[in-house]
């Protein structure tokens, strides 16, 4: 796609499909790196358009991270309760089991939420955070509405839920930031087994943390 083109973009429609295009592309490169490592000027070469163009659809680089993750997290919360609508044994093991291996399948969503609160909610607009906190509440109170149903417990105070919500969301973030080290810690850890370098197994470590956390919210 030409600079020329992207200009001719005037209806609505046009304009989504750039948007798209834009995601698009911001996606498969974080999915080749890291968030840290992909910037604006990145995300417009790689489109092949000029910056300002790109800032025509998205305010920033965190504004288009944070539509990401908010489809991204939909798009898991769908996975989750497909599979938890079906449970019928109650058992909070498996329901850690299967939030565990739904988002260790969505490495980009693991990616976005590891930095969601330090990089993604930073130099964006308060119309664009407006835009994204409740479509991000309405996907994790279905999904904690899941949980609840799925463990065939009570439900949950207020407070409760977003306790849960913060060590879910806690948990991942961490465990998927052990599960990729620095490349100075795996060299540490390779000349002194005392320095840790690296988790092996994210969704089985989610997996057995997560069922600690649902045992406990809901007792």
């Known amino acids: 796609m030409t600079d020329q083109k992207f200009r001719r973009a005037r209806t609505d429609e046009q304009r989504e499909v750039r948007r798209t295009q834009i995601l698009d592309v911001t996606r498969q490169l974080i999915i080749e790196s890291r968030v840290r490592d992909v910037s604006l000027n990145e995300i417009a070469r790689q489109v092949g358009l000029a910056k300002s163009n790109v800032l025509r659809y998205f305010g920033s680089r965190e504004a288009i991270l944070l539509v990401l993750l908010d489809r991204e997290y939909e798009g898991w919360v769908g996975d989750c309760v497909d599979q938890l609508s079906g449970s019928t044994d109650h058992d909070v093991a498996q329901v850690a089991e299967v939030l565990a ?68 969301h806690a948990m991942i973030a961490e465990l998927w930031s052990l599960a990729h080290p620095a490349p100075v810690l795996v060299e540490a850890a390779a000349l002194d087994p005392r320095v840790f370098g690296g988790l092996d197994d994210v969704e089985g470590t989610l997996a057995a943390s997560l069922t600690m956390l649902l045992r406990g919210a809901l007792r």
Do not use: I, W
């Open 101 to 168: 291996r739904t988002v260790a399948a969505r490495p980009l969503l693991c990616e976005l939420l590891s930095c969601a609160t330090t990089v993604l909610e930073h130099n964006v607009t308060v119309e664009e955070v407006l835009a994204f906190k409740p479509s991000m509440a309405a996907h994790m109170a279905r999904l904690l509405d899941a949980v609840v149903v799925a463990t065939g417990s009570s439900a949950l105070a207020e407070s409760d839920r977003g306790l849960l919500l913060t060590g879910l």
